[in-house]
């Protein structure tokens, strides 16, 4: 049976995410979730889009509407110290363990642009 990915919810800033992962820990269910910030300024100064994962509690995740089941997502095994990526690509931008209450981070020297000020 082939993993997928599928739309969720995260509680907090995050929002809407893919699900590439759960993850169970000593401490409960976690969830591995992948996210595009689209609005940031690349180091090179030129406007970039990003693809980023990170852990966040899977208390703290829901379905999309229309979304039936995670039975295909791929579930592996953490020991509550690490927080890795899992199937990782080219590209992406991986934090670890996240605070889904505050602002999603950035890769080193990226910055967010501000829209209104780009019109």
């Given amino acids: ?26 401490d409960g269910w976690w969830a591995l979730v992948g ?11 030129y406007r ?8 966040v509690p899977g208390a703290r995740v829901t379905r999309w509407s229309g979304q039936t089941s995670s039975a ?23 934090f670890g363990l996240l605070d889904v209450d505050a602002t999603p981070p950035l890769p080193p020297g990226y910055e967010r642009i501000d829209f209104r000020a780009t019109r």
């Fill in 1 to 26: 049976m082939e993993r997928c990915t599928i739309g969720v919810r995260v509680a907090g800033p995050l929002g809407l995410c893919d699900l590439h992962a759960w993850g169970r820990a000593p």
């Fill in 35 to 45: 996210w595009h910030d689209g609005g940031v300024r690349h180091p090179a100064g």
């Fill in 48 to 55: 970039a889009a990003v693809y980023c994962t990170g852990w």
């Fill in 72 to 94: 295909r997502v791929l579930r592996v095994w953490l020991d509550g110290l690490t927080w890795p990526p899992v199937n990782p690509r080219d590209g992406w931008h991986h």
